[in-house]
């Protein structure tokens, strides 16, 4: 898949994008859900730092309340890390 990146203040690095079907329902039916990528550079202790080959920050994907016949968002969100290999 592709995404745009964009960046706020020169830091924090955002992608957003839509997953199709993401969230399943017991009745065959899925929702789309929408991920938002949000990360900087870290230093070795996670700490914020100008400049790193180490980029870290959270995955979270959220599906539409009302999803599912559910009147709540379904919401997973986890750690994410990047490291520069090349």
């Known amino acids: 898949w592709t995404a745009p990146l964009t960046v ?15 969230e399943q329902c017991e009745d065959g039916t899925a ?7 949000t990360f ?11 400049v790193s080959n180490t980029l870290a920050g959270t995955d979270k994907t959220t599906g539409p309340s009302g999803a599912c016949g559910v009147s709540r968002w379904f919401v997973i969100e986890m750690p994410f890390r990047l ?4």
């Open 31 to 37: 929702a789309t859900g929408h991920q938002i990528f």
């Open 8 to 22: 706020h203040d020169g830091e924090l690095w955002y992608v957003r994008r839509d997953v199709p079907n993401w």
């Open 40 to 50: 900087t550079a870290v230093d070795p202790s996670g700490f914020p730092v100008p």
């Open 83 to 86: 490291d520069k290999i090349g």
